[in-house]
């Protein structure tokens, strides 16, 4: 086995262990946050093929450097941004095969969350009924809107009560003056969240839930095979690239072995548009080349939601 086949097979191996979960994952790849949120941008985008087309406009690049390379050197500068590409494409592949293996979830819509987002700052949740009640006058009848709007008064009247006694009170006194009025203010914030949060999930249950997006609708495992296959190439070319970095002698007899390949590497994200169709066909009734493009621009969306999910977990 050469140098080149070792490095392949044990790279693969690494990578496919990383797979355990999303921390798992970006522990091995380490993509940066603001990372993320570029590749969450590109597969918002992509909205003529969705995930299909986000994965050709990286591997167009990376194949365009490696035919110029069969004329000309490239520079170490060059290899190592088609280097970079094949890293994030990569990563974003795997973290595809994950959510079809069912490693990492998808993000859950509003509809099917078990509980309202209820951590709110005090003067976004004031502003958000002062918005609502001028958008809808009725709502000051509402019993929760009721008691927020009662609680806003209790809590001017104590502020002015504190504001009121606060010189008079002087020494050992005062400590407990404040802590009083501290007390005070939590009891009024944390009746002002409960209610608030009551009024969000009320409205939800209201609202007729949306109906799950098709990538949701269908069972994703039979994907695992064309994505699998996707990755451990993406993989070896990556490696590839790798090795070629590190070799000086033999750098464009190495890449001109990416490069022949290009057909079959593009041929990867027919079949997997292919397979959406399938998928489409079994489980929905519409096997069409429209309902697999839909698919593939839902999945891309679906993918750069958990980025944004974790790029929001990653920056608290």
């Not at 990376?62 to 490239?74: G, H, I, P, R």
């Not at 009083?180 to 944390?190: D, L, P």
């Not at 464009?252 to 489409?280: M, P, S, T, W």
């Not at 750069?304 to 920056?315: H, I, P």
């Amino acid at each position: 086995m050469s140098d080149l086949d070792r490095r392949i097979s044990g790279d693969w191996i690494d990578i496919r262990e990383s797979a355990a979960d999303f921390y798992s994952l970006n522990d091995y790849f380490k993509v940066p946050v603001a990372r993320m949120l570029e590749e969450r941008t590109a597969l918002g985008l992509a909205n003529e093929e969705g995930i299909t087309e986000y994965k050709r406009s990286r591997l167009g690049p990376v194949f365009t450097a490696l035919e110029n390379m069969l004329y000309k050197s490239l520079t170490q500068g060059e290899l190592e941004r088609q280097l970079d590409t094949m890293h994030i494409l990569l990563f974003i592949t795997m973290l595809q095969r994950c959510v079809i293996l069912g490693s990492v979830n998808l993000v859950r819509s509003q509809d099917d969350a078990s509980s309202p987002e209820v951590e709110l700052d005090l003067k976004m949740v004031l502003g958000d009924i002062q918005e609502r009640v001028k958008a809808d006058p009725s709502l000051q009848k509402h019993p929760a809107v009721k008691n927020i709007l009662a609680q806003i008064k209790r809590y001017q009247s104590e502020m002015a009560k504190m504001k009121e006694l606060s010189p008079k009170i002087k020494g050992d006194a005062r400590k407990t003056f404040l802590a009083n009025f501290r007390e005070t203010f939590v009891s009024i914030a944390e009746s002002i969240k409960k209610n608030h949060a009551e009024l969000i999930k009320a409205e939800r249950a209201a609202t007729p839930p949306e109906e799950p997006s098709i990538v949701r609708r269908v069972p994703l495992k039979s994907l695992g095979p064309v994505i699998t296959q996707q990755a451990t190439t993406f993989a070896r070319m990556k490696s590839t690239l790798v090795h070629a970095v590190g070799d000086k002698f033999r750098t464009r007899e190495i890449l001109a072995g990416i490069f022949h390949q290009k057909a079959q590497v593009l041929g990867l994200l027919d079949a997997e548009l292919n397979a959406y169709a399938v998928l489409c066909r079994d489980h929905v009734g519409d096997g069409s080349p429209r309902a697999a493009v839909l698919f593939s621009k839902t999945f891309g969306r679906e993918l750069g939601q958990v980025l944004e999910r974790q790029a929001r977990v990653d920056t608290t």
